[in-house]
C-alpha cells in the first residue's frame, strides 16, 4: 500500500529564509504527487502538482525517483506562506481521484 | 464559480445514531471524494463516487456509506456512530478525469457524544 510521509510537524522560519518541506513517499508504481494548503480559516487547496512543472506563489517542488521524495522549496519565506502544508499522492493506474495524504506540516513565517 | 459547499457545517450526535452529510460540487464536476480528518490519523480516503458509482474505497468498516445522485451531488452516511467517528468530514470535487485537481469544501465538524 501507498503512504506518505511528512517527518516534520512544524517547521518555524524567519522571513527571507529559505524553506524546504519534506515529503518522502512509499509506493513501487508511478505515483502522481501534490502539495496542498490550507491558510488559516480557509479550505484546502492545491498549491503545485508534478506533473505541471509549475512554480507557484515561489514554491517548487522536485520529484526525485531514486529517494522517493517530493520536497517543497521556496527560497525566500514570506510571512504569508504561513500555513498546514500536505504532501499527496495519487496512484497513476487509478482510474479516479483518490488521495493518500501525509500528516502535515505546519509552517511558520516569523517576521 | 460557487465552490464546494458542506452541509450541515456542524454536527452533535449520540452514539448509536446514525447521520447523514451532504456535498455539492462545482457545479460540472462529476467527481466527489469523501475524506475523514482526525488529529490522529490525519486525512485519510473514505471513497470516490462518479456518475452515481463508487469508483474508489478506503479502508473503512461498512458503517460508512455514501452515494452520488444524477446532478453529481453526495451523502455520506454513518450507522451506528462511535465516538471515534468524531472527525472533520471533508468532501472534495474533481473534474471527471483521473488525478485531477480537488477542490475542497470547508467540512461538516461530527462530534459523537
Known amino acids: 500500500a501507498q503512504r506518505v510521509t511528512q517527518p516534520e510537524k512544524l517547521l518555524s522560519v524567519f522571513k527571507g529564509a529559505p524553506v524546504e518541506l519534506k515529503c518522502n513517499y512509499s509506493?513501487?508504481?508511478?505515483?502522481?504527487l501534490f502539495w496542498y494548503v490550507q491558510y488559516s480559516r480557509q479550505r484546502l487547496q492545491l498549491l503545485l502538482r508534478?506533473?505541471s512543472r509549475e512554480s507557484i506563489k515561489g514554491f517548487t517542488a522536485d520529484l526525485n525517483k531514486g529517494e522517493t521524495s517530493f520536497h517543497l522549496k521556496k527560497p525566500f519565506a514570506q510571512e504569508e506562506d504561513s500555513a498546514m502544508y500536505y504532501c499527496a499522492l495519487s496512484l497513476l493506474n487509478n482510474a479516479g481521484n483518490m488521495l493518500t495524504f501525509g500528516g502535515g506540516t505546519r509552517l511558520m513565517v516569523k517576521p | 464559480k460557487a465552490g464546494v459547499t458542506q452541509t450541515p457545517r456542524y454536527l452533535i450526535k449520540t452514539r448509536g445514531q446514525q447521520v447523514t452529510l451532504s456535498c455539492s460540487p462545482i457545479?460540472?464536476?462529476?467527481?466527489v471524494s469523501w475524506y475523514q480528518q482526525t488529529p490522529g490519523q490525519g486525512l485519510q480516503f473514505l471513497f470516490e463516487?462518479?456518475?452515481?458509482?463508487?469508483?474508489n474505497k478506503g479502508n473503512f468498516p461498512g458503517r460508512f456509506s455514501g452515494r452520488q445522485f444524477s446532478n453529481s451531488r453526495s451523502e455520506m452516511n454513518v450507522s451506528t456512530l462511535e465516538l471515534g467517528d468524531s472527525a472533520l468530514y471533508l468532501c472534495?470535487?474533481?473534474?471527471?478525469?483521473?488525478?485531477?485537481?480537488?477542490?475542497f469544501g470547508q467540512g461538516t465538524r461530527l462530534t459523537v457524544v
Open positions: 508534478h506533473i
Open positions: 457545479s460540472g464536476h462529476r467527481s
Open positions: 509506493y513501487s508504481g508511478s505515483p502522481e
Open positions: 472534495a470535487s474533481s473534474l471527471a478525469g483521473a488525478q485531477t485537481e480537488a477542490f
Open positions: 463516487y462518479f456518475s452515481e458509482t463508487q469508483r
